[in-house]
């Protein structure tokens, strides 16, 4: 972006320093919620609406990302869950996907 | 939801007892039909490697193994996406060692994404942090979730791991524990299996710079969705899952559709807990 290139290794003091506030924040998020609930009592009903984070947290990052996509994505990700459902295996799910999502784009 | 019940133990006011002594908690406050169990866990955690009673969840380097290896092949996946960022943070500007120290430090691939789309010069620092902040609240929810099962580790083991926390150890994490593998470090594990690729793709990514070109003409940028298609896949509990994830699919589309940033992922997971707090029947 600038004229004189950083080299490979160059560590500029400034931004070490908003690379760290950024760790700083992501840690606290990674352990504010539990350090809430250690202090508090769940009750079972709480626990109920926890447990379901989980696949909820999963299809709320997908739902955008899917509904922004298009037919290559589509047929891509069905090919993903296709893969997953006969061989539960992850790894050929995935290139599944990404062969799928390179094919389906040249074609469609 | 039946599977959760066997592994879940009743809460009970002992979490503080772990807070301020690690892992020796002394039992005084608590129940009697708690105590066992509690003493179960508290025994089996120290033992080490003696093999775990069925409720149990311990912190032992076989858990750390098994995290790992099974994360591997989500891990290489994470890599790709780790090579897109490394691109990414040096067509922004970022030396090489800034990307690595950004991936080894902040360790949270979309925010670290975003991160360098807003890198500008000069830097609108503020920015950047809160954008950082909001995108990852959505840690605090994950990692509240892992609480049935870390209520029997320790502040360091509990803390430490939740380090090692992204998207997809933190899934691989939730499904092993919920099989009542009873493996507390698999999180620290899997997270160890990320961190490395994550790390490592982001320096062959940085390296290579402009050589890559745009990453979507090798389907790159659909590797994460791809991940995440594969853990509902491993996530869907059948029926009772129906309704939170229609619930959070509808929440998240339409708050993807009128509020900035990330936000959608904290309101759809959000939005569909308290509707199945509404719903639950004791």
């Keep these: ?108 | 939801m039946d599977a959760d019940a066997d592994t879940r133990p009743v809460a009970s006011g002992s979490d503080r007892d772990a807070d301020g002594s690690a892992a020796t908690g002394s039992p005084d406050t608590e129940s009697d039909e708690q105590r066992p169990l509690e003493a179960e866990a508290t025994g089996s955690e120290t033992a080490g490697d003696l093999e775990p009673a069925a409720e149990s969840v311990t912190f032992t380097w076989d858990g750390v193994r098994t995290g790992f290896l099974t994360c591997v092949p989500v891990a290489l996946g994470v890599g790709g996406y780790g090579i897109a960022f490394g691109v990414l943070a040096d067509q922004a500007g970022l030396s090489v060692a800034e990307a690595a120290l950004m991936s080894a430090t902040v360790l949270a691939g979309a925010a670290q994404i975003v991160a360098v789309e807003l890198w500008a010069d000069p830097l609108p620092v503020g920015a950047i942090i809160a954008t950082v902040f909001a995108i990852n609240l959505r840690y605090s929810l994950m990692g509240a979730a892992l609480q049935p099962w870390f209520r029997h580790l320790s502040p360091a083991k509990i803390y430490g791991s939740l380090y090692m926390m992204a998207d997809e150890n933190w899934a691989l994490t939730m499904r092993d524990l919920k099989s009542g593998s009873g493996r507390g470090a698999f999180l620290l594990g899997s997270g160890i299996a990320i961190w490395v690729f994550w790390v490592g793709a982001t320096v062959i990514g940085a390296l290579a710079g402009g050589v890559v070109g745009d990453p979507t003409q090798y389907g790159a940028d659909f590797i994460l969705t791809a991940v995440f298609v594969a853990l509902a896949a491993e996530l869907w509990e059948g029926q009772s899952s129906l309704v939170p994830w229609v619930v959070a699919l509808g929440t998240a589309v339409l708050a993807a559709e009128y509020l900035p940033g990330r936000w959608y992922i904290l309101l759809g997971g959000l939005v569909a807990a308290a509707v199945e707090v509404i719903r639950y029947d004791s």
Excluded at chain 1, 1 to 10: C, G
Excluded at chain 1, 74 to 97: H, K, P, S
């Design chain 1, 1 to 108: 972006m600038t004229p004189d290139l950083p080299s490979a290794l160059s560590l500029d003091p400034f931004i070490v320093g908003v690379i760290l506030a950024m760790a700083a924040v992501t840690v606290l998020t990674k352990v504010g919620g539990i350090w809430l609930v250690r202090r508090v009592d769940l009750s079972e009903r709480l626990e109920a609406g926890l447990s379901v984070l989980p696949g909820a947290i999963v299809i709320a990052v997908l739902g955008p990302e899917l509904a922004a996509g298009g037919p290559a994505e589509w047929g891509a990700a069905g090919l993903v869950l296709l893969v997953m459902w006969r061989t539960e295996n992850i790894l050929l799910a995935l290139i599944a996907g990404v062969v799928g999502v390179v094919a389906f784009r040249a074609v469609l």
